[in-house]
């Protein structure tokens, strides 16, 4: 699969969803999105077409279907129940000359890694049902893509010639719409409000089962999460540029095949590996946006001062240095960052900075199998906190939790904690909100936690 690549200059657009909308219909469509950024977005991802898909099912089988004219690819026998080696044995077919560029993507898998992904590495099987069918991950091998960097106001198409003149084909058929055009598409509608999985009296149930554990020394924090959904009409993407015009987030990506589609707004970074330099950017602590600037600042004050959002970050904090110890040259994990107030346009968020340096016999996809699923939406000590989470959530998290990102060829990667993520199947969506309990949690203060984090995404599609 070897062949040059180009780097050809485009015209630079504050905003990819136009670009993105010539091509969504393609098949392997995805975008990696910084949302309108903020402080730790820059570069906006688009491409299609993938040379190869990799499925992993439910039942953790995985398959790859080759969209290539050289045919099936063929991976290893011992590699067939290693899903992350196999992944890894995926990108090792893309062989793309290692060309001098500062850019983050040059070619290599992009997609997401569900959340009950992590039970076949971490030995825990679920004991309940799927509600949602998507894969448990879903990665494409892509040679090709449009890049828009918000740093310096520039774009470029990265492709081999054959797939330059591709793709300028695929534009042109398609001629690329304003924003504001794209946004007053009135073709998609929800049947109905959303509707809680749980009753409040039942999410209290379960608050009440981790103040149990908590006390028996099981765990010291559980992220407990609660599910919602609403039957629909109409485009996910349509759907996607509501929730985008609500909540502009550093950590957006889209994507959809058949009757399925991921729509996620995160705010929170899991990994980042650039130049085998590893960073990952955990939440923890929430309030909501004061509806005037003195209850703004009143509630922001209020979050740097509570001891117990800082202490659920610390504890995350602790457990992501272990998991990047794991896999970091000794001596070289830090924390830069403790405890910053970070505001986004619906909350305000505690953020920690944890950073290290990858061992050289380690891949970007050992980090990301090391680490996975990340600490920040398991709880700790984690193996413990996701048997908790099995036993007392309904059903299975299904993308929510997991990530969305990308792999490079040279070994840059970059991924997202799948909060503030809705998933598409067959006309029903699915939003989930969560929290992080410690021993000092109020039921009624969770609860409402768990809404204030994801009104705003519903409220932008009702």
């Known amino acids: 699969m070897s062949k040059a690549l180009t780097i050809t200059a485009l015209p630079y657009s504050p905003d990819p969803l136009g670009l993105f909308a010539c091509l969504r219909a393609r098949p392997g469509a995805v975008l990696l999105d910084s ?24 039942d953790g089988e995985a398959n790859i279907e080759a969209n290539i004219a050289s045919g099936q690819l063929s991976p290893p026998a011992h590699l067939a129940n290693d899903i992350f080696g196999l992944q890894q044995w995926l990108l090792d077919q893309l062989d793309i000359p290692d060309a001098p560029s500062e850019l ?4 290599g ?11 076949h590495t971490a030995a825990t099987p679920s004991l309940q049902a799927s509600t949602v069918t998507l894969p448990q991950a879903r990665l494409g ?11 310096t106001h520039q774009a470029w198409l990265i492709a081999t010639a054959e797939r330059r003149e591709q793709v300028a084909g695929w534009l042109a058929e398609a001629p690329v719409q304003s924003t504001q055009a794209l946004s007053f598409s009135p073709s998609f509608t929800l049947k109905g409000p959303f509707q809680a999985e749980l009753s409040r009296d039942q999410y209290v149930e379960r608050f009440d089962a981790v103040q ?3 006390r028996a020394g099981d765990c010291y924090q559980i992220n407990l999460a609660q599910r919602f959904y609403a039957d629909y009409q109409g485009e996910e993407w349509q759907a996607y540029l509501q929730l985008r015009k609500a909540t502009p987030t550093p950590f957006s990506g889209f994507m959809a095949w058949g009757d399925k589609a991921v729509l996620s707004l995160s705010p929170e970074r899991f990994i ?3 130049n085998r330099e590893v960073e990952t950017r955990p939440i923890k602590g929430t309030r909501p ?5 003195e209850e703004d600042r009143a509630l922001a004050e209020q ?31 830090r924390v830069p960052q403790l405890c910053q107030l970070e505001s986004y346009p619906n909350v305000h968020h505690l953020v920690s900075v944890v950073r290290g340096t990858l061992a050289k016999a380690y891949s970007p996809l050992a980090l990301l199998e090391a680490a996975f699923p990340g600490g920040s939406i398991t709880g700790a000590p984690k193996i413990r906190a996701m048997q908790i989470i099995d036993e007392l959530e309904p059903c299975q998290r299904s993308v929510y939790c997991g990530s969305l990102g990308y792999i490079d060829v040279r070994g840059s990667m970059d991924t997202s904690i799948a909060i503030r993520t809705m998933v598409a199947e067959a006309g029903r969506l699915h939003v989930w909100g969560g929290g992080g309990l410690v021993a000092d949690s109020q039921a009624d203060e969770e609860y409402a936690e768990t809404l204030d984090k994801i009104r705003h995404l519903i409220s932008a599609l009702e």
């Open 104 to 107: 983050p993507f040059l070619g």
């Open 35 to 58: 949302g309108r950024p903020i402080a730790t977005g820059r570069f906006d991802i688009i491409s299609s077409d993938p040379l190869a898909t990799l499925e992993v099912a439910l």
């Open 289 to 293: 946006r004061g509806k005037t600037p």
């Open 212 to 214: 149990r554990y908590i």
């Open 109 to 119: 898998l992009m997609g997401y890694w569900g959340y009950d992904l992590a039970r």
């Open 303 to 333: 979050l740097l001062c509570s001891a117990k959002d800082r202490a659920e970050n610390v504890m995350i904090v602790d457990l992501l240095r272990n998991d990047l110890g794991r896999v970091c040259q000794p001596g070289t994990i």
């Open 272 to 274: 980042q590996c650039r």
């Open 141 to 151: 091998l892509y040679d090709w893509c449009i890049t828009l960097d918000h740093k």
